[in-house]
């Protein structure tokens, strides 16, 4: 049975890394949905978060695989009730809207998004959700003339996992002493 | 030749590489010279007296040499190549390294750094080509990166499971200056090579197998790997278990043994196979379950508990899941294992694999050694140069029916002796490699087991062997087939042979341009003599036996079907 897992994975700051992590789901011909990566909270580290929808057991083969690569710190899978994430989206509205401007801000209102830019041409909304939500305003909003839409791709914090601090003070501390496992 | 007061000294990033391998304790490399890597060689021209350059005729030779160097010495081999179609043609020996565990130090020259993405001439990104296929790779751009780049090689291509690495070195890089120093890489703090055993597992482990009552080792590369061949030999013994090995596995378990039944897989032994879905605990050392050993795996040794002595995590439940993984080095893990271990005896399980040996020695082997055909068969001409070697040759084969002969009939009396393209199946891969194990090992006999097709894949390197004067033996077992490819074909194609009938040239006089003196020879009066004087003379030597055409090899495990449904005929 498919599921959607969201992969997190801490790595050095390392040209063509990410490369050598997308190689692994291209080989099993596994599609990603969304990927997001930037450096992590510890200076020269990277997180990478990546969405696919798959079995478990491929979700934990292919985690072992990116774990695998000499410069991945650690590659963690989780369910969606593990983590709490976020997307961001941008909404480019024709100024038409405003024709109806009762309407367009109960809608942006009603939605916790905001309007960030308005021109003569268009307005920009913006809007920070799960895919859900962003779905749902898209439908609300397209009524009003969809210019351009852009979503990012999912940013997630996991509910139980030490701080990468610790962390990385126990895997240091392993590979001096050349021990591999340590317990997640 | 140069004298380098080398520490603290200003040199050419080229020097720095080179320095950097001879700090590795590097003695060998083998490569082939091109515009990219030309500061590289030129450096290397003032180390000639402390460094041996193979030049071979073609890139997949460097690497091939490099392998077979790597699998009978242990050590890493090295080669050089140029950018562009240089390192490209490295890739079929990357990828044949990384899927059969193999160390290998590969240096690519690259453009220059201003040039990178502009389709320089020569320019490819072999970053991005070799990523697949490689344990770790690293382009490097500037003249202070070289040698720490080449530490962390070293130490990624040697530890844990090894495989093959990559340096791209740019030529601004080569010629760029810097001041030498080296640190041996010792660790990473992203890499954990060597795990620690959890001894709670193998406690449980040896529970297992001292409950057991149909208990079977499956051995593989990971105990050659590991050197842990006498700790393996001491477990078995103990607890009184049959061993079996995979092909890359091959002369870690002394085949004379009692306790030896046999070769797994596709074309192995009769015994082991069916065993496999008769035993109660299966106890897998440094091996990965790979498709020429399980065939059907929905049909595999669902019976057994599963025992899986693993290094690579990402093995561990990757094909056969296991009731108890060890996580860890196997002769680390055998030996807290061993004190474990009650001695037992099992001899009502033993003679069932006795009593399959039996079976298939009638239906197959004694026909196959002693055949009643005119024309020759493959497995005599193996089994006569067993006896003649006495199990005492380093046999390097290439790929196809005379390597599962090979395989089959060579009894490998030490460990490393048997060297082989299992996971990739390369052809091509023979000639070379057997070229890098006679480098490795320049006092053993070295020979090359090849059939008609592979020795035309890289039969170029004759060139090698006869300007650097390598004493490689060269048996070549001609069906004028792809005869592997044929067998299929006649058994699931309807004998529609499709392109794999080969028309061959004269092998002995294409030999003999190289100074390669040799025989060719038809009938069986003349096998004993010839392989006599293959091993016998100093030099390199190629004798070609011609043999049946259509000779197929038995027993086989057809895909899709059971371990337990191999068949005889």
């Given at each position: 049975m498919n599921t959607t897992y969201t992969i997190s994975i801490f790595t050095e700051d390392r040209i063509g890394l990410l490369n050598r992590i997308t190689i692994i789901f291209t080989r099993q011909h596994i599609n990603i949905q969304s990927i997001t990566a930037s450096e992590s909270e510890v200076k020269g580290i990277y997180r990478y978060t990546i969405v696919v929808t798959i079995t478990k057991e491929m979700v934990e083969k292919l985690v072992k695989q990116i774990d695998k690569q000499i410069e991945v710190l650690k590659a963690f899978y989780h369910v969606n009730e593990e983590i709490i994430s976020r997307e961001i989206a941008l909404f480019k509205i024709s100024s038409e809207a405003l024709n109806q401007n009762e309407l367009f801000t109960k809608v942006v209102n009603e939605n916790y998004a905001k309007i960030v830019s308005v021109s003569a041409d268009y307005i920009v909304v913006e809007k920070t959700g799960d895919e859900n939500e962003i779905l749902s305003l898209f439908n609300s909003l397209?009524?009003?003339?969809?210019l351009e839409y852009a979503r990012s791709g999912k940013v997630a914090i996991t509910k139980p996992m030490k701080t990468l601090t610790t962390f990385l003070k126990e895997i240091e501390n392993n590979s001096k002493t050349n021990i591999k496992h340590f317990n997640k | 030749m140069k004298k380098h007061n080398k520490y603290n000294t200003e040199v050419t990033g080229a020097e720095a590489l080179i320095l950097s391998l001879l700090d590795e304790n590097v003695n060998d490399i083998f490569g082939y010279p091109g515009g990219a890597i030309m500061p590289i060689y030129d450096a290397l021209y003032d180390y000639m007296d402390q460094l041996n350059h193979y030049l071979v005729r073609h890139e997949q030779g460097a690497i091939h040499a490099a392998q077979g160097y790597s699998r009978v010495s242990g050590r890493p081999g090295v080669v050089f190549a140029t950018s562009g179609p240089g390192a490209t043609n490295l890739i079929t020996g990357i990828a044949d390294a990384q899927i059969d565990s193999t160390p290998l130090v590969c240096i690519t020259g690259q453009v220059a750094s201003h040039l990178l993405g502009t389709d320089a001439f020569q320019e490819t990104d072999v970053v991005g080509i070799s990523m697949p296929v490689t344990k770790w790779n690293i382009q490097v751009t500037k003249a202070e990166e070289i040698a720490p780049a080449i530490a962390k090689a070293f130490y990624i291509a040697t530890t844990g499971r090894p495989g093959p690495v990559l340096v791209d070195i740019t030529k601004d890089a080569q010629f760029g200056k810097t001041n030498y120093e080296y640190k041996k890489c010792e660790s990473i703090r992203s890499y954990f090579p060597h795990p620690k055993i959890n001894v709670d597992e193998i406690k449980k482990a040896a529970e297992l197998i001292n409950n057991a009552k149909r208990p079977f080792i499956l051995c593989g590369h990971g105990v050659l790997l590991s050197s842990a061949e006498r700790q393996l030999l001491a477990f078995a013994e103990k607890a009184d278990i049959p061993v079996a090995s995979t092909l890359l596995g091959l002369s870690a378990f002394p085949p004379q043994h009692p306790l030896y039944v046999g070769y797994l897989g596709?074309?192995?032994?009769y015994g082991p196979n069916l065993m496999t879905n008769k035993c109660d605990v299966l106890i897998a050392i440094?091996?990965?379950?790979?498709d020429r050993v399980t065939s059907n795996v929905s049909k595999y040794a669902k019976q057994a508990k599963v025992i899986h002595f693993e290094i690579d995590p990402s093995e561990i439940n990757k094909i056969i899941p296991a009731d108890i993984a060890i996580l860890g080095d196997a002769k680390e893990a055998l030996d807290l294992l061993l004190p474990e271990i009650k001695t037992q005896k099992r001899k009502e399980w033993l003679q069932g694999f006795d009593e399959c040996n039996k079976i298939e020695y009638e239906k197959v082997i004694k026909n196959a050694v002693d055949p009643e055909s005119e024309k020759l068969r493959m497995a005599e001409v193996i089994d006569k140069f067993h006896k003649i070697s006495q199990g005492n040759a380093i046999v390097v084969t290439d790929v196809g029916q005379h390597q599962m002969i090979t395989s089959r009939y060579y009894k490998f009396n030490?460990?490393?002796?048997l060297v082989t393209s299992g996971?990739?199946?390369?052809?091509?891969?023979g000639l070379p490699a057997a070229i890098g194990a006679k480098v490795a090992k320049p006092n053993e006999d070295v020979v090359a087991v090849l059939g008609d097709g592979g020795f035309q894949m890289t039969i170029q390197e004759l060139g090698t062997i006869m300007q650097s004067n390598i004493a490689v033996k060269i048996l070549v077992l001609n069906n004028n087939f792809l005869g592997m490819v044929r067998q299929w074909q006649q058994l699931?194609?309807?004998?529609?042979?499709?392109?794999?009938?080969m028309k061959n040239p004269d092998f002995i006089a294409i030999a003999k341009g190289y100074g390669i003196t040799g025989k060719k020879i038809t009938k069986r009066k003349d096998l004993q003599e010839a392989i006599f004087e293959m091993l016998e003379s100093k030099d390199a030597f190629i004798l070609e036996v011609v043999v049946e055409n259509e000779d197929n090899v038995f027993p086989m495990v057809a895909t899709g079907a059971s371990v337990s449904e191999i068949t005889l005929e």
């Amino acid at each position: 049975m498919n599921t959607t897992y969201t992969i997190s994975i801490f790595t050095e700051d390392r040209i063509g890394l990410l490369n050598r992590i997308t190689i692994i789901f291209t080989r099993q011909h596994i599609n990603i949905q969304s990927i997001t990566a930037s450096e992590s909270e510890v200076k020269g580290i990277y997180r990478y978060t990546i969405v696919v929808t798959i079995t478990k057991e491929m979700v934990e083969k292919l985690v072992k695989q990116i774990d695998k690569q000499i410069e991945v710190l650690k590659a963690f899978y989780h369910v969606n009730e593990e983590i709490i994430s976020r997307e961001i989206a941008l909404f480019k509205i024709s100024s038409e809207a405003l024709n109806q401007n009762e309407l367009f801000t109960k809608v942006v209102n009603e939605n916790y998004a905001k309007i960030v830019s308005v021109s003569a041409d268009y307005i920009v909304v913006e809007k920070t959700g799960d895919e859900n939500e962003i779905l749902s305003l898209f439908n609300s909003l397209e009524k009003f003339g969809m210019l351009e839409y852009a979503r990012s791709g999912k940013v997630a914090i996991t509910k139980p996992m030490k701080t990468l601090t610790t962390f990385l003070k126990e895997i240091e501390n392993n590979s001096k002493t050349n021990i591999k496992h340590f317990n997640k | 030749m140069k004298k380098h007061n080398k520490y603290n000294t200003e040199v050419t990033g080229a020097e720095a590489l080179i320095l950097s391998l001879l700090d590795e304790n590097v003695n060998d490399i083998f490569g082939y010279p091109g515009g990219a890597i030309m500061p590289i060689y030129d450096a290397l021209y003032d180390y000639m007296d402390q460094l041996n350059h193979y030049l071979v005729r073609h890139e997949q030779g460097a690497i091939h040499a490099a392998q077979g160097y790597s699998r009978v010495s242990g050590r890493p081999g090295v080669v050089f190549a140029t950018s562009g179609p240089g390192a490209t043609n490295l890739i079929t020996g990357i990828a044949d390294a990384q899927i059969d565990s193999t160390p290998l130090v590969c240096i690519t020259g690259q453009v220059a750094s201003h040039l990178l993405g502009t389709d320089a001439f020569q320019e490819t990104d072999v970053v991005g080509i070799s990523m697949p296929v490689t344990k770790w790779n690293i382009q490097v751009t500037k003249a202070e990166e070289i040698a720490p780049a080449i530490a962390k090689a070293f130490y990624i291509a040697t530890t844990g499971r090894p495989g093959p690495v990559l340096v791209d070195i740019t030529k601004d890089a080569q010629f760029g200056k810097t001041n030498y120093e080296y640190k041996k890489c010792e660790s990473i703090r992203s890499y954990f090579p060597h795990p620690k055993i959890n001894v709670d597992e193998i406690k449980k482990a040896a529970e297992l197998i001292n409950n057991a009552k149909r208990p079977f080792i499956l051995c593989g590369h990971g105990v050659l790997l590991s050197s842990a061949e006498r700790q393996l030999l001491a477990f078995a013994e103990k607890a009184d278990i049959p061993v079996a090995s995979t092909l890359l596995g091959l002369s870690a378990f002394p085949p004379q043994h009692p306790l030896y039944v046999g070769y797994l897989g596709m074309h192995g032994n009769y015994g082991p196979n069916l065993m496999t879905n008769k035993c109660d605990v299966l106890i897998a050392i440094g091996m990965r379950f790979d498709d020429r050993v399980t065939s059907n795996v929905s049909k595999y040794a669902k019976q057994a508990k599963v025992i899986h002595f693993e290094i690579d995590p990402s093995e561990i439940n990757k094909i056969i899941p296991a009731d108890i993984a060890i996580l860890g080095d196997a002769k680390e893990a055998l030996d807290l294992l061993l004190p474990e271990i009650k001695t037992q005896k099992r001899k009502e399980w033993l003679q069932g694999f006795d009593e399959c040996n039996k079976i298939e020695y009638e239906k197959v082997i004694k026909n196959a050694v002693d055949p009643e055909s005119e024309k020759l068969r493959m497995a005599e001409v193996i089994d006569k140069f067993h006896k003649i070697s006495q199990g005492n040759a380093i046999v390097v084969t290439d790929v196809g029916q005379h390597q599962m002969i090979t395989s089959r009939y060579y009894k490998f009396n030490e460990p490393n002796h048997l060297v082989t393209s299992g996971g990739l199946g390369t052809m091509g891969f023979g000639l070379p490699a057997a070229i890098g194990a006679k480098v490795a090992k320049p006092n053993e006999d070295v020979v090359a087991v090849l059939g008609d097709g592979g020795f035309q894949m890289t039969i170029q390197e004759l060139g090698t062997i006869m300007q650097s004067n390598i004493a490689v033996k060269i048996l070549v077992l001609n069906n004028n087939f792809l005869g592997m490819v044929r067998q299929w074909q006649q058994l699931f194609f309807d004998r529609r042979y499709s392109f794999t009938e080969m028309k061959n040239p004269d092998f002995i006089a294409i030999a003999k341009g190289y100074g390669i003196t040799g025989k060719k020879i038809t009938k069986r009066k003349d096998l004993q003599e010839a392989i006599f004087e293959m091993l016998e003379s100093k030099d390199a030597f190629i004798l070609e036996v011609v043999v049946e055409n259509e000779d197929n090899v038995f027993p086989m495990v057809a895909t899709g079907a059971s371990v337990s449904e191999i068949t005889l005929e």
